[in-house]
């Protein structure tokens, strides 16, 4: 991908007629990425991308809402994002306290269960507190499950789940026969969500970052160079149109 697509805005079509063919996937994870080079692009500071980034999320927590996507789980700080400048972070921190507060609001609009996946204990306590707050007032909405992944890496959340794990051995609540797949899952901070079926990359980068290891083992992957910022519906049934040109056999083999 050539430096300059990155930020390239998407195009304005009618997507009304697709809309309605496609087969819309249960469960969309999305890896925001770019928001940084969206705003230096522009001439502006990396903060003003991710500001526009996070009214982006709000957007389109709508669209896949109005798809018919039932669970949406995002990427916004992982357990490497904290080695970025102090700037950088304060300002994503003031951002996260505005959003966990104003999500409230949202939840109850979409009827969206809002979940926080990660280690949040390293967050000030007031954004813990906040994160305790959304989740209990939306816990019993189910039009949209939105898990928003913070401080969030998956060989940290596998590391965590497996001290829990055991300690439940050591206690005897857990014979070691016992450890399945399925028991596994369940020390995971995704626990009770279903694996996502279609995993979004914005911005050109095409690797995982410590996303949901376990999770996509059997995921469809899409990888766009537009920018977080302007990933829009379009670029949205873009992705699940790809997705629909996909075999997905895991791992089996289709009858003839
Ligand atoms: C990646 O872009 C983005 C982040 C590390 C932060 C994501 C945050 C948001 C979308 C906003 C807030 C979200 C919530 C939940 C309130 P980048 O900075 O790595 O961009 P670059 O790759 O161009 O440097």
């Known amino acids: 991908m050539k430096y300059s697509e990155v930020g390239k805005p998407a195009q304005q079509v009618d997507t009304a007629g697709k809309e309605n063919k496609m087969n819309v996937p249960n469960h969309v994870a999305i890896i925001l990425d770019g928001n940084g080079r969206w705003a230096k692009a522009k001439g502006m500071p990396r903060s003003y991308g991710h500001v526009k980034g996070c009214a982006n999320l709000e957007t389109i927590c709508d669209d ?123 020390y995971w901070d995704t626990a009770g969500l279903p694996d996502p079926d279609l995993l979004i990359r914005t911005s050109g980068e095409q690797r995982l970052s410590n996303f949901l290891p376990w999770q996509l083992a059997y995921t469809e992957f899409y990888f766009t160079p537009v920018a977080w910022p302007d990933f829009n519906r379009e670029e949205l049934v873009k992705a699940i149109e790809k997705y629909n040109e996909r075999d997905r056999r895991y791992g089996g083999v289709k009858e003839e």
Request: aromatic residues 8%.
């Open 64 to 186: 896949m809402k109005a798809l018919g996507v039932k669970y949406l789980t995002v990427y916004a700080f992982s357990t490497e994002n904290w080695k970025r400048s102090k700037e950088e972070v304060d300002g994503l921190m003031k951002l996260f306290r505005n959003y966990l507060k104003k999500c409230i609001k949202i939840s109850e609009k979409n009827k969206m269960c809002v979940r926080v996946i990660g280690d949040i204990h390293a967050f000030d306590s007031d954004i813990q507190e906040s994160i305790q707050r959304l989740e209990e007032y939306s816990k019993d909405f189910t039009e949209l499950h939105f898990q928003i992944a913070l401080n969030y890496g998956g060989r940290d959340e596998i590391t965590r789940g497996i001290r829990r794990l055991a300690q439940d051995v050591k206690d005897g609540k857990i014979a070691p026969e016992a450890i399945s797949e399925e028991l596994v899952e369940g």
